[in-house]
């Protein structure tokens, strides 16, 4: 049974979504500060934390910071009430793998944490492969069928990202908050630019295609 760490200073919400939780088939531990986390993860190997931002003495911004030095590939999802730019850029580049703004819907939440454990295993090996298909995040590598596809740093991370999570749609401006500067005067089209690229190169793989979701963004879908 997967392990949850939840930390989250409002101790109604936080026994709401523990509960929850526990009744999907997941063990939720909860916690009311950053301190309370750190002594829970002295004894118990958590598999995926859940945290607020906004919590009394250690935030979550460092919480956050302080558990990604000690663990790599632990997935972290960000539950607040912070839904400007700066704090997700934030909280993405600490290394944060997802973020919902509060009121919380707990069935989005569900299907968020199994898509972030399903990567977690993906990144724990840093391979991540679709039939003949096959990136290396560890060296920056894209191969089809035994050839080396070249790609940037952006084309790269962009692919890795809907390739880890096969037929969730990602939207323009979250792609622009993951992988583009804050103080980037770049439109969120830009990311069509990319889209057209990444197709471009990709023109001989059929396992995989990135789909266009009209109105939202992009999604990859396995064949």
């Known amino acids: 049974m997967f392990q949850i760490l939840v930390v989250e200073d409002d101790r109604d919400l936080n026994r709401t979504v523990c509960a929850f939780l526990n009744a999907s088939g997941y063990q939720a531990t909860g916690c009311l500060s950053a301190g309370e986390a750190y002594d829970a993860m ?3 190997i958590f598999d995926l934390i859940v945290s607020d931002i906004m919590m ?27 839904d400007d730019f700066a704090s997700k850029q934030r909280g993405y580049r600490i290394g944060v793998d997802d973020y919902m703004v509060k009121p919380i819907d707990l069935d989005e939440l569900f299907l968020r944490i199994g898509a972030l454990l399903r990567r977690a295993r993906i990144a724990a090996s840093r391979m991540l492969e679709v039939g003949s298909f096959s990136m290396d995040a560890d060296e920056h590598l ?15 991370n962009i692919l890795y990202k809907l390739l880890s999570y096969p037929k969730k749609t990602f939207t323009r ?9 804050a103080d980037t005067d770049t439109a969120p089209r830009a990311v069509d630019v990319y889209m057209t690229k990444l197709r ?24």
């Open 173 to 181: 401006q979250q792609l622009m908050d993951e992988f583009w500067d």
């Open 142 to 156: 894209a191969m089809l069928d035994g050839e080396e596809i070249s790609l940037t740093n952006r084309e790269f």
């Open 200 to 223: 471009s190169k990709l023109a001989g793989c059929t396992d995989f295609e990135i789909k266009t979701v009209h109105g939202l963004g992009y999604k990859a879908v396995i064949k």
């Open 56 to 82: 009394p003495g250690i935030d979550g911004f460092e919480f956050a910071r302080t558990v990604r030095s000690l663990n790599e590939y632990i997935p972290i999802l960000f539950m607040t009430a912070r």
């Open 42 to 44: 002295y004894s118990t």
